[in-house]
């Protein structure tokens, strides 16, 4: 064995093992690495955590609009589709605002736009008398239109007219005959026609059309309109008046639009089955415990699940027999995903429709407790979801002040340590000459 001075240090034997101060040295410092490395270790669990709970967020985001189409009054849930018996004679559009039914609708005339034109000149080019006219329209003042060395033509004339807005569109129509000037007022109906008057040009105004307004019945109800599109006179409905037909009546109905209530239901399905997917992944663990998400352990995303599955499997009483969500269709599985079959909400739909808005928008309906369950989690400050994450943020900080402190002593530690194995090294590189001065401090001692 070695001996020990008087400071302490180790004096080896001349053949012993040297002693590897470098890997001493790195054996300290990883000792004092550990606690750092478990810190942060348990940052990337956390991150990891938050980041799968921000997807599930922005799936719940998905899914409460997705919802919003169903228990919204305005929703797709309540379109109509309106169809004409005679699309010749007329068309509708409804909105949200219009309801179901029949309407029985006669046009008798279109509404008209007053126009003029002038005779033909040889080209709209050619230079034209001087001279003024004048241009009304409905109940308006005249306006003098002056034709001078400025705007002798009808191309100028033409643009001479629109820059003064008058009321009416001008423009040069050229055929076989010529060029013409031609007014178009630019109110529609009755109250847009055109008066031409006290002309002093070379240039003749015939009427083509004087503005007349559309002349209807709608459910035996005279109706006057200045335009062909006709809005308001049913609720929510727009007719769009494409020709007179007096003495028929045209029959207007008003039905549920199966096709875009579908469309609606069938992206809340897909909706809801990606957020119910990306739960049922974090708590998917094998029976020899592998597998699961990073939130296996999070009770919180369990009580979400529940509310979920519990907002999804209400009922009322009553309604027709349309108590659930099953009842039009949308069928609940055993892994708490969705099916949709799309018969059966058809058929609700088309045979009663009142009881498929009171289920999903009525104030004790399926469709309130499910919108209440899908507020209370995704509220961006106050929901689950929220409150889980700022949970997450807090302890994140938490770990980040702690590796912060951790990483400023781990620096001090470090330099402390190279110091002092430094020192060791170089003790330990002086030993071989200690040890022969003593050995040389015994031989003289035994001489003597």
Do not use: C
């Not at 239109?145 to 820059?163: C, F, G, H, K, R």
């Not at 096709?259 to 663990?285: E, L, P, R």
């Not at 995303?301 to 009322?316: E, M, P, T, V």
């Not at 919108?371 to 979801?385: H, K, R, V």
């Amino acid at each position: 064995m070695g001996t020990i001075n008087s400071f302490g240090n180790v004096l080896l034997p001349a053949g012993s093992t040297p002693i590897d101060v470098q890997a001493l040295l790195n054996s300290a410092l990883a000792a004092a690495q550990a606690p750092l490395t478990n810190l942060q270790q348990q940052q990337t669990t956390e991150q990891t955590q938050s980041a799968a709970l921000q997807n599930i967020a922005g799936d719940v985001t998905a899914l409460t609009t997705a919802a919003q189409a169903l228990t919204d009054t305005n929703g797709a849930i309540n379109a109509l589709t309106a169809s004409s018996s005679d699309s010749t004679v007329l068309t509708a559009s409804a909105d949200s605002f219009a309801q179901a039914g029949t309407h029985s609708i006669v046009v008798n005339s279109l509404a008209t736009t007053a126009s003029y034109y002038t005779n033909a000149v040889a080209t709209a080019t050619t230079t034209l008398a001087a001279g003024t006219f004048q241009i009304a329209v409905g109940s308006g003042a005249p306006a003098t239109v002056t034709i001078d060395n400025t705007d002798n033509t009808l191309n100028a004339l033409s643009a001479a007219i629109n820059a003064q807005n008058l009321g009416v569109t001008a423009s040069v129509i050229t055929d076989a005959n010529g060029a013409r000037l031609a007014l178009v007022s630019n109110t529609p109906g009755s109250a847009g026609g055109i008066t031409v008057s006290g002309n002093t040009t070379g240039l003749t105004f015939n009427l083509a059309a004087s503005g007349s307004n559309a002349s209807l019945t709608v459910d035996g109800v005279p109706v006057n309109s200045a335009s062909n599109t006709v809005a308001g006179v049913i609720p929510g409905v727009t007719l769009n008046l494409n020709g007179a037909s007096p003495g028929e009546t045209v029959t207007l109905s008003l039905a549920p639009d199966a096709s875009q209530a579908s469309t609606a239901v069938s992206q809340f399905v897909t909706a809801w089955n990606k957020v119910i997917g990306d739960i049922n992944t974090q708590f998917a663990v094998s029976p020899n415990g592998t597998g699961g998400g990073p939130l296996e352990a999070d009770n919180n995303l369990r009580d979400i699940q529940n509310q979920l599955l519990a907002a999804i499997s209400d009922s009322i009483s009553g309604n027709s027999g349309l108590v659930n969500l099953a009842s039009i269709g949308i069928n609940l599985n055993t892994d708490g995903t969705l099916s949709l079959d799309s018969g059966t909400l058809s058929n609700a739909l088309n045979t009663n429709f009142a009881a498929v808005q009171n289920l999903l928008q009525g104030t004790s309906g399926v469709g309130a407790f499910l919108s209440n369950t899908l507020n209370q989690i995704s509220d961006p400050t106050q929901g689950s979801i929220a409150l889980d994450l700022q949970g997450l943020s807090q302890t994140d900080q938490s770990l980040t002040q702690q590796i912060d402190a951790m990483q400023t002593l781990l620096t001090s530690q470090t330099q402390t340590l190279t110091a002092q194995y430094a020192q060791m090294e170089t003790t330990l590189q002086e030993m071989p000459q200690l040890q022969a001065e003593m050995t040389q401090q015994l031989a003289g001692l035994s001489n003597g």
